[in-house]
């Protein structure tokens, strides 16, 4: 079974624009991870969240975790073509490491 | 401080060989953990190591096993290849594994192995 959902599942914008992707899973996080992702290549780490209501940000990239610690959400501020790629969160459930399924992210210059 | 290696980038086998993939992890780290990517099933759990045991597997046939050594490299090997074995297969290292303990190091990954099976 699925442990994290993602949406959407693409996005597509125009550069300068702001996006938000979401991610949710059925069950409390230990810690939420978030990667970006090229095509065919390895993932790179972008933030990690481990307290319910934390707030992170890097360059124009914020993310967040909901105080249940269930949720999490990434945005992106003033896309730029860089910004283009699969965004993944991850989760650790004590057990393993879990991955949603993705968001590609398109941006248009 | 050099980042996750993987070798070799591309490979290329048939039905019924075998393949072995290898993953040098960052300096210092301890844990090694495999993961398969295609597109059909997103990123899926192997297995992980920490200090040269397996500490979890996820669901995948017997065909795939690993291990690790005690400079902390692991291997990865596929046995009696399937079509549907093709895929990207990626290697991650962080300082530690979660079992009864909260992680808090997040999983550094190399760019991975493409295997195609033909």
């Known amino acids: 079974s699925q442990e994290l959902e993602q949406s959407p599942q693409s996005l597509i914008v125009q550069e300068g624009k702001n996006l938000t992707i979401n991610c949710t899973s059925s069950?409390?996080?230990?810690?939420l991870y978030w990667y970006k992702q090229k095509y065919g290549e390895g993932l790179i780490f972008l933030m990690m969240?481990?307290?319910?209501?934390e707030e992170k940000s890097h360059e124009k990239i914020t993310a967040k975790l909901d105080e249940k610690k269930q949720q999490s959400s990434l945005h992106i501020t003033a896309s730029q073509p860089s910004h283009a790629g699969i965004y993944l969160c991850g989760a650790d459930t004590g057990n393993q490491f879990y991955f949603g399924t993705g968001t590609s992210l398109t941006v248009i210059p | 401080k050099a980042g996750v290696t993987q070798t070799p980038r591309y490979l290329i086998k048939t039905r019924g060989q075998q393949v072995t993939l290898s993953c040098s992890p960052i300096s210092g780290h301890r844990s090694v953990s495999w993961y398969q990517q295609t597109p059909g099933q997103g990123l899926q759990f192997l297995f992980e190591y920490f200090s040269e045991t397996q500490r979890n597997k996820g669901n995948f046939p017997g065909r795939f096993s690993g291990r690790q050594f005690s400079n902390s490299r692991s291997e990865m090997n596929v046995s009696t290849l399937e079509l549907g074995d093709s895929a990207l297969y990626l290697c991650?290292?962080?300082?530690?594994?979660?079992?009864?303990?909260?992680?808090?190091?997040?999983?550094?990954f190399g760019n991975g192995t493409r295997l195609t099976v033909t």
């Open positions: 069950k409390t996080l230990y810690g």
């Open positions: 991650a290292s962080s300082l530690a594994f979660s079992r009864t303990t909260i992680r808090n190091s997040p999983l550094h």
């Open positions: 969240l481990q307290k319910g209501g």
